[in-house]
């Protein structure tokens, strides 16, 4: 299946008037973790911009202990700073790295901008790696702009 194909289904899930944004952005991580064989933990997290750390929201995968994330720190942390994508990959060849879970091989974050300001990310982290191609960045690009109309 081509990531352009999962489009439609992305824009249904966060256009459900029946349920609240958190249970949305849960069910399109779902969706995402279901549909791509190498999104293995799928998650959003959001920025305090007055204490300059970033808070996990929904997510699916495994259960981590990086609830709170300071700017700067790991890969989530230099995304808040950059506000720009970053692609993971091969984590063992990165320094600023927060390890996860020894299964973790790469990962993507991709910020999410509301009225132009960096307000969290999605951030995926792939079992595989190197598994994440310019295709995936348009595509989470995309899910970014299609979650940004909640807020």
């Known amino acids: 299946m081509e990531l352009d194909d999962l489009k439609p289904e992305v824009a249904t899930i966060l256009n459900d008037n029946k349920i609240d944004r958190d249970t949305k952005l849960k069910n399109l991580c779902q969706f ?3 549909s791509v064989s190498y999104y293995n933990w799928v998650g959003f997290y959001f920025a305090n911009h007055e204490t300059k750390t970033l808070h996990l929201g929904p997510y699916v995968g495994a259960e981590t202990d990086h609830t709170v994330i300071p700017f700067g720190k790991g890969i989530c942390g230099q995304v808040a700073e950059s506000n720009a994508n970053f692609v993971v990959p091969d984590v063992a060849a990165q320094d600023n790295y927060i390890a996860c879970s020894f299964t973790v091989k ?3 974050v991709v ?3 509301v009225h132009g300001k960096n307000i969290g990310q999605i951030d995926i982290d792939s079992h595989v790696i190197d598994p994440f191609t310019e295709t995936d960045e348009r595509f989470l690009e ?3 702009k299609e979650v940004a109309k909640l807020f």
């Open 32 to 34: 995402l973790s279901d």
């Open 106 to 108: 790469s990962e993507i």
């Open 111 to 113: 910020p999410l901008f």
């Open 142 to 144: 995309f899910v970014n």
